[in-house]
């Protein structure tokens, strides 16, 4: 066949216009905790229930804590992902462990779903010697072969051809596990998002595509971003399967991505999920956004806080207290701060580490390179503190 | 021993590949049942099957990024990219991705397992666009590799070293010799190191260095000088990254001369990148000034395209002007 386009042929001039698809919104429960009338309410153990509460708690805290941290001056950089926690566990909680996240940069609550434990955290935003990644990348850039989660990169949207090709490899091996990668609305203006798609819908690939539609690229609005009803009329063009959620009804993203996986390792099809969310923090921590937005337009957004709406619904299931809840936050408080104290006090990589993965071996050049290197710091040590002293033995 | 051409000895290498291990796969623009524009992946869809072998959307930042992500999966991934010159669209997950993938995750993940082909270089009246020799912008990337054969025999052994080494490489296959350049190649499984040069003729007066299809004009100038009664040495590259630089400086220190030619423009060309190597290692063995016969710096013409080149008559007067200096 040389063509896949179906033809309906009219004889009356008409053209289509994009305004007339609107995406509705797939939501669970009210803020109040009661689900909305007629809701599908997805299938969840107290267990689990209670788990994914318990990551987006650790995540709430961690990212008020290390915020702060890098506001005393204590690590150089660091992004929250705050108001955004129940897209970010809701969705690692509807896979399988050994399913392939390929994230952005501010999906740590997924992270913290698995299991990447605070030491491992702190490790790598003190860029120390246990980092997983030798201190050679900025604070927030995780990575756990361990976890299936693939390590951070800063530039936006390569991680999203990548997953088609992970999931690509994923069929080929034929072991029912599809990737997942995430990313921001205003990534998904970059060609790779486009190039992934596309490739993932002819390939007829196991990969979800998860948008965290948080409303701002740094400063730049949505409505300067895109003309369109969001993200996921695009997944249609690509003939391909898109819902919408709200990315703050833990329920409602947890309920999409088990489907999207079914129909993904099922089906070999994929699916783009847009949830719907607001980054109620600045961009990073470099960021000030008092200078685009304004307070009243967060303030409504608060009011929607994830965390508070997943309690609720908890506390009306009787699975969860107030009691329990302030004994959890503090416990994470503690508990973060520990391991913060314990991670930057740790030393820096070792200066040999500089040439190591370059390559499977460090090349001929390379060791002539960090011999040379060697040899000057020798001659200033004190121009160089984190590795002078451990230069000559470990 | 058979006869075959550059492609078929490619063919042939992709061929090897795909039949000694399942996990590599063959992948790009009109790579699947056709075989390739230039017919480099003839057969292989009907001998692998279509999910081994097939056609990708005609989109390279996709390509290559699927590339990555199935490297990184563990397959080895081998994609083509139709022409060098269309190589920058996929420039970003290459340089950001290919090259840095196990460097940044501190070996947790990599994607060793990628081979980038892509026919590149001129004189085949292909304009701006079919003609460009774009290895220098990939040379200075650490974590890639770098290949250029010149000759049917090393263009089956360096591409299978390619595929099965334990990192990212792009390769290049020099077009216009793609069926001109005819030779006996081994039928059997076999490689060729990467990060060696070769010493292809062995002389005394004067090295010329080159790589890929650019061999060939170095030699037929060095036959001419040798009518002339200077001896050159002649040096295949063969890896662009990392380079070789022990083998091309013991020649240097035995011949007192260096010739670099090679068809991409002049101005920030890897020879510049050799030259400076060089002179640090064998300043007090030089006897004249290490030239570099490149193309000119300009895009890549058409109806000047004999002009533009560095052909063995340009590198035939470096020679007499190095000697002579």
């Given at each position: 066949m040389s063509t896949a386009t179906r033809e309906r042929a009219v004889h009356q001039l008409e053209f289509m216009r994009g305004d007339e698809l609107q995406i509705p919104t797939y939501k669970v429960v009210k803020q109040d905790g009661t689900p909305y009338k007629g809701a599908q309410v997805p299938d969840l153990d107290q267990a689990l229930a209670l788990k994914i509460?318990?990551?987006?708690?650790?995540?709430?805290?961690?990212?008020?804590?290390?915020?702060?941290?890098?506001?005393?001056?204590?690590?150089?950089?660091?992004?929250?992902?705050?108001?955004?926690?129940?897209?970010?566990?809701?969705?690692?909680?509807?896979?399988?462990?050994?399913?392939?996240?390929?994230?952005?940069?501010?999906?740590?609550?997924?992270?913290?779903?698995?299991?990447?434990?605070?030491?491992?955290?702190?490790?790598?935003?003190?860029?120390?010697?246990?980092?997983?990644?030798?201190?050679?990348?900025?604070?927030?850039?995780?990575?756990?072969?361990?976890?299936?989660?693939?390590?951070?990169?800063?530039?936006?949207?390569?991680?999203?051809?990548?997953?088609?090709?992970?999931?690509?490899?994923?069929?080929?091996?034929?072991?029912?596990?599809?990737?997942?990668?995430?990313?921001?609305?205003?990534?998904?203006?970059?060609?790779?998002?486009?190039?992934?798609?596309?490739?993932?819908?002819?390939?007829?690939?196991?990969?979800?595509?998860?948008?965290?539609?948080?409303?701002?690229?740094?400063?730049?609005?949505?409505?300067?971003?895109?003309?369109?009803?969001?993200?996921?009329?695009?997944?249609?063009?690509?003939?391909?399967?898109?819902?919408?959620?709200?990315?703050?009804?833990?329920l409602a993203v947890y309920a999409a991505m088990q489907e999207a996986r079914r129909l993904a390792v099922e089906e070999n099809e994929p699916v783009l999920i847009e949830a719907m969310s607001y980054r109620l923090a600045a961009h990073s921590s470099s960021d000030d956004p008092s200078g685009y937005r304004s307070k009243k337009e967060e303030e409504k957004w608060r009011e929607k806080d994830p965390l508070v709406r997943f309690k609720n619904w908890l506390l009306k299931r009787k699975w969860w207290s107030e009691e329990e809840d302030s004994a959890l936050f503090e416990r994470e408080r503690q508990a973060v701060l520990e391991a913060l104290k314990a991670a930057e006090h740790r030393p820096a990589p070792m200066v040999d580490e500089m040439i190591t993965d370059v390559y499977d071996q460090p090349t001929a050049h390379l060791t002539e390179q960090l011999e040379q290197l060697k040899a000057h710091i020798r001659r200033y040590p004190d121009a160089y503190p984190k590795t002078s002293g451990r230069i000559d033995h470990g | 021993m058979a006869k075959m051409n550059l492609l078929q000895a490619v063919n042939n290498a992709l061929d090897i590949a795909m039949a000694a291990d399942d996990k590599v796969i063959c992948f790009g623009e009109d790579v699947g049942s056709?075989?390739?524009?230039?017919?480099?992946?003839?057969?292989?869809?009907?001998?692998?099957?279509?999910?081994?072998?097939?056609?990708?959307?005609?989109?390279?930042?996709?390509?290559?990024?699927?590339?990555?992500?199935?490297?990184?999966?563990?397959?080895?991934?081998?994609?083509?990219?139709?022409?060098?010159?269309?190589?920058?669209?996929?420039?970003?997950?290459?340089?950001?991705?290919?090259?840095?993938?196990?460097?940044?995750?501190?070996?947790?993940?990599?994607?060793?397992?990628?081979?980038?082909?892509?026919?590149?270089?001129?004189?085949?009246?292909?304009?701006?666009?079919?003609?460009?020799?774009?290895?220098?912008?990939?040379?200075?990337?650490?974590?890639?590799?770098?290949?250029?054969?010149?000759?049917?025999?090393?263009?089956?052994?360096?591409?299978?070293?390619?595929?099965?080494?334990?990192?990212?490489?792009?390769?290049?296959?020099?077009?216009?010799?793609?069926?001109?350049?005819?030779?006996?190649?081994?039928?059997?499984?076999?490689?060729?190191?990467?990060?060696?040069?070769?010493?292809?003729?062995?002389?005394?007066?004067?090295?010329?260095?080159?790589?890929?299809?650019?061999?060939?004009?170095?030699?037929?100038?060095?036959?001419m000088a040798d009518k002339d009664g200077v001896s050159c040495e002649l040096i295949d590259l063969r890896t662009i990254l990392p380079w070789d630089v022990d083998t091309v400086a013991a020649s240097v220190q035995k011949t007192g001369r260096l010739l670099i030619s090679h068809e991409a423009p002049l101005t920030g060309g890897f020879a510049g990148e050799i030259a400076a190597a060089i002179q640090e290692r064998c300043f007090l063995y030089l006897e004249s000034p290490i030239a570099r016969v490149c193309g000119l710096d300009t895009p890549y013409p058409l109806a000047l395209e004999k002009e533009y080149m560095a052909d063995h008559l340009k590198v035939y007067e470096a020679i007499k002007a190095s000697v002579q200096f």
């Open positions: 509460y318990r990551s987006m708690a650790r995540t709430r805290v961690l990212d008020e804590r290390m915020l702060a941290a890098q506001r005393q001056g204590r690590l150089s950089f660091y992004m929250q992902s705050t108001g955004e926690e129940a897209t970010t566990v809701g969705f690692a909680a509807a896979l399988e462990d050994d399913d392939m996240i390929m994230a952005q940069y501010r999906e740590q609550g997924a992270l913290v779903f698995r299991g990447f434990t605070l030491d491992e955290f702190m490790n790598q935003l003190f860029s120390n010697e246990q980092d997983y990644g030798k201190g050679r990348q900025m604070p927030i850039h995780y990575g756990s072969r361990q976890l299936h989660y693939m390590t951070i990169s800063s530039p936006l949207a390569t991680q999203i051809p990548q997953a088609t090709g992970y999931a690509y490899g994923q069929k080929l091996a034929g072991d029912k596990r599809c990737t997942v990668t995430v990313f921001g609305e205003g990534a998904a203006s970059e060609g790779d998002f486009h190039a992934a798609l596309n490739m993932a819908s002819v390939l007829k690939v196991p990969v979800i595509f998860l948008c965290r539609n948080n409303g701002y690229a740094i400063s730049t609005p949505s409505s300067e971003q895109f003309a369109a009803d969001g993200i996921a009329p695009r997944a249609l063009g690509y003939r391909m399967h898109a819902i919408r959620v709200d990315g703050n009804d833990v | 056709f075989g390739g524009v230039f017919r480099a992946t003839s057969h292989l869809q009907e001998k692998y099957g279509r999910d081994r072998c097939f056609n990708t959307p005609l989109v390279e930042q996709g390509i290559i990024g699927f590339a990555n992500g199935l490297a990184a999966q563990g397959s080895r991934a081998v994609a083509e990219i139709q022409f060098a010159d269309y190589i920058f669209p996929a420039f970003d997950q290459i340089v950001n991705e290919s090259a840095k993938f196990r460097y940044r995750s501190g070996n947790l993940f990599d994607v060793g397992g990628l081979t980038i082909r892509t026919p590149y270089g001129g004189g085949i009246a292909g304009g701006h666009y079919h003609s460009q020799s774009p290895e220098a912008y990939f040379a200075h990337t650490p974590g890639l590799k770098v290949v250029v054969p010149r000759n049917p025999h090393q263009a089956k052994g360096l591409l299978l070293a390619s595929i099965r080494d334990p990192n990212p490489v792009v390769f290049f296959e020099p077009k216009r010799i793609y069926r001109a350049s005819v030779g006996e190649v081994p039928e059997e499984d076999y490689q060729l190191p990467l990060g060696e040069a070769e010493v292809t003729r062995e002389g005394s007066d004067i090295t010329l260095l080159a790589w890929g299809a650019q061999m060939e004009i170095i030699e037929k100038a060095a036959e």
